[in-house]
């Protein structure tokens, strides 16, 4: 059944890839090499995404600088720049930029600040493949239509 799930959602981001002539690629940040891993590799199910991945937000500050990203998911409790200021300085450089919130052990303070500052979708840690396929389909398919 699970694979079902996934190829339903990669169906999904062929289809809006299709529709733009062009694949989507996102930028994942998280202070955990793991945790980015794992969420590259949900992404490589779908062959349509491609994902650079940054370990603070000050990294991702930078590449955000270099690149026009399709989607963005920031861990909200990170060293050096927090999440919230990590998705300020993102939405500052493209005001477009779908940003998902993927965290473990965030307050609920700092979740309502995320969503003012722009994030549309917060998942909680551990997040599963489909939750997580889904939730990027629709931060793609929202800005593929802007």
């Known amino acids: 059944?699970?694979?079902?799930?996934?190829?339903?959602?990669?169906?999904?981001?062929?289809?809006?890839a299709d529709k733009r002539q062009r694949t989507?690629?996102?930028?994942?940040?998280?202070?955990?090499?793991?945790?980015?891993?794992?969420?590259?590799?949900?992404?490589?199910l779908a062959p349509e995404l491609s994902v650079d991945l940054c370990y603070n937000g000050l990294?991702?500050?930078?590449?955000?600088?270099e690149y026009d990203y399709d989607f963005a998911t920031v861990d909200l409790v990170m060293p050096e720049l927090s999440g919230v200021e990590t998705v300020k300085r993102l939405k500052?450089?493209?005001?477009?930029?779908?940003?998902?919130?993927v965290t473990g052990n965030a307050t609920d303070k700092l979740k309502r600040e995320s969503g003012c500052a722009g994030a549309?979708?917060?998942?909680?840690?551990?997040?599963?493949?489909?939750?997580?396929?889904?939730?990027?389909?629709?931060?793609?398919?929202?800005?593929?239509s802007i």
């Open 24 to 44: 989507f690629r996102g930028l994942v940040i998280d202070d955990e090499p793991w945790v980015g891993s794992v969420l590259q590799e949900f992404c490589e």
């Open 1 to 16: 059944m699970q694979n079902k799930f996934k190829l339903k959602q990669c169906e999904r981001i062929a289809a809006l």
């Open 120 to 144: 549309r979708i917060i998942l909680e840690k551990p997040v599963g493949i489909e939750e997580f396929l889904d939730s990027v389909a629709d931060l793609i398919g929202e800005h593929s």
């Open 59 to 65: 990294e991702a500050i930078e590449k955000a600088k």
């Open 92 to 101: 500052a450089i493209n005001p477009h930029l779908p940003i998902m919130i």
